[in-house]
């Protein structure tokens, strides 16, 4: 079975009581087993969250030698993290999906967000549709999977 690492960056493990207005009511738990129930017997969710760079970067280099696709919200990370970017590349130049999501839609919002140094490396970006965001990613992941040899 796939183990799709589901990889979340700072402060998202606030989901649920920060910013409703933008990001919902829900939380990390809701949105593993929401996941968890889109990906069946077809798929293990391995969701987590750290507000570490360093640590994000070492579950991207675990990726990397699993051959384990990744969903990744790289949040703040997203807009200025070179170091995140290079680690990401590692996971794609090896052949394995990474799929960039966001639950808002950062071209909607403030300049800052506009940019991101990761979709240039990612196999896709995803951004906008709240938790959605996950399971279109989720939808992509399994869809490319299928396509590989174990
Ligand atoms: C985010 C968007 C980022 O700009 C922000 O820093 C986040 C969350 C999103 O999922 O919409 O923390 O990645």
């Known amino acids: 079975m796939t183990r799709i690492l589901v990889l979340n960056g700072p402060n998202l493990g606030r989901l ?25 017997s077809e798929a293990s969710i391995d969701l987590r969250q750290t507000n570490d760079e360093a640590e994000l970067i070492g579950w991207l280099y675990e990726a990397t030698d699993a051959a384990a696709p990744v969903i990744l919200n790289p949040a703040a990370f997203t807009h200025y993290s070179y170091a995140l970017r ?24 403030e300049t800052f967000r506009h940019n991101s140094v990761i979709s240039g490396v990612a196999t896709g970006v995803i951004a906008g549709f709240g938790f959605d965001s996950y399971l279109l990613a989720l939808d992509a992941v399994l869809r490319l999977t299928a396509a590989r040899p174990e």
């Open 16 to 40: 649920g009581s920060r910013e409703p207005d933008v990001y919902g009511n829900a939380n990390l738990d809701d949105l593993r087993a929401m996941l968890q129930s889109a990906a069946g």
């Open 86 to 109: 290079d680690a990401a590349a590692l996971v794609t130049k090896a052949g394995i999906p990474l799929v960039e999501v966001h639950i808002s839609n950062p071209h909607a919002r």
